[in-house]
T-cell receptor
Framework: AQSVTQPDIHITVSEGASLELRCNYSYGATPYLFWYVQSPGQGLQLLLKYFSGDTLVQGIKGFEAEFKRSQSSFNLRKPSVHWSDAAEYFCAVETKSSGDKLTFGTGTRLAVRP | KAGVTQTPRYLIKTRGQQVTLSCSPISGHRSVSWYQQTPGQGLQFLFEYFSETQRNKGNFPGRFSGRQFSNSRSEMNVSTLELGDSALYLC???????????FGEGSRLTVL
């Protein structure tokens, strides 16, 4: 079965600093890969997705992610963090045979220092 | 266009009771999935319905059930509630096959 690991539970960065959130997956083939964000008391919003092709994908709110097959990773990056980016971020995978079922990582909670 | 709508947003039940949660997907979306979110277990897949048929099921006891109607609206039911069922229940819809899920704001269930 596929699994997703987000090794950082909490991360704190200063406003304006760069950000990288890590995500590793375990699956025999290349799955579909996603990053979602959840603000307190809200549902999840899709930031970006990778299906195939260019390994650097751009998303909303200035986020990007890079798929590295050799490392089974799909890390999320942002060059300059804004206070409004404080939220919880989830990496997720979907296999081609699983229908629309997502397997989520445990999430990384981002705090932003003024 | 309207997003995924979940009702009720908040509810409190006592152990042994049952609860029904409702989800209205985005217009045109035929696939509806349900997830349970708790601080301890994170986001866990409950089940997925596509065109009124359950296509996927997670590892939850039979107390958790769901269904989908011909208009793609979905309900999930939890019977004989336990304290551990306290969670945020999230519904998501998609056209099907795209992998891009749109989530509602969730129904927060508290079991006392």
């Amino acid at each position: 079965a596929q699994s997703v690991t987000q090794p950082d539970i909490h991360i704190t960065v200063s406003e304006g600093a760069s950000l990288e959130l890590r995500c590793n997956y375990s699956y025999g083939a290349t799955p579909y890969l996603f990053w979602y964000v959840q603000s307190p008391g809200q549902g999840l919003q899709l930031l970006l997705k990778y299906f195939s092709g260019d390994t650097l994908v751009q998303g909303i709110k200035g986020f990007e992610a890079e798929f590295k097959r050799s490392q089974s990773s799909f890390n999320l990056r942002k060059p300059s963090v804004h206070w409004s980016d404080a939220a919880e971020y989830f990496c997720a995978v979907e296999t081609k045979s699983s229908g629309d079922k997502l397997t989520f990582g445990t999430g990384t909670r981002l705090a932003v220092r003024p | 266009k309207a997003g995924v709508t979940q009702t009720p947003r908040y509810l409190i039940k006592t152990r042994g009771q049952q609860v029904t949660l409702s989800c209205s997907p985005i217009s045109g979306h035929r696939s509806v999935s349900w997830y349970q979110q708790t601080p301890g277990q994170g986001l866990q897949f409950l089940f997925e319905y596509f065109s009124e048929t359950q296509r996927n099921k997670g590892n939850f006891p039979g107390r958790f059930s769901g269904r989908q109607f011909s208009n793609s609206r979905s309900e999930m039911n939890v019977s004989t509630l336990e304290l551990g069922d306290s969670a945020l229940y999230l519904c998501a819809s998609t056209k099907g096959g795209t992998g891009e899920l749109f989530f509602g704001e969730g129904s927060r269930l508290t079991v006392l």
